[in-house]
């Protein structure tokens, strides 16, 4: 297996969950638990964002998110949740989830694409990041992989304060 093939599939994993994350009612997505900071809303734009501003480094175009998609999502437009405090997260609210969902399900689109014609090679090129460089592999792993996942993490432990299932509950067993 490449390592282009492994993060494919280790993508299309996350990728996965966090669309199942978007099940559930506009209460069940924007919970917050007492002395919780953040909503699975909150989760799933801080990830889409993140992953949009990466394949923009990485493939020189800018990022999908722009003022359109932020005022049919009711999102904001700067940022994506690195550094914001609790209160501010906690205001999170997406307008129109399935406008939100088509934004997201863009940026997964741009990510596979990138990588369906990805060579290992490709991964080893240098790109900014916010302390200088790092590799297109280093990004995609640390950002995207590992990050997404332990939001994903998150999502669970929203979703089962809420009583609903994990998301991907059916993983593994088709």
Known sequence: MTTVSFIQRSLAFTHNALIDARNGTDEELHFVPDRGSHSIVWCLW???RI????????TDKDPIWNQEWADKTGLPFDGFGTG????????????DMQVFSDYQDAVFERTETFLANATDEDLEREIPARKGTETVGEAISLHMMGHFNGHRGEINTLRGMQGLPTVMAAQGTH
């Not at 992953?51 to 990485?58: A, P, Q, S, V, Y």
């Not at 914001?84 to 307008?95: F, G, L, N, P, W």
């Open 46 to 48: 801080h990830t889409s």
């Open 51 to 58: 992953e949009d501003l990466i394949l923009g480094r990485i």
């Open 84 to 95: 914001m405090t609790d209160e501010d997260a906690q205001q999170i609210r997406v307008s």
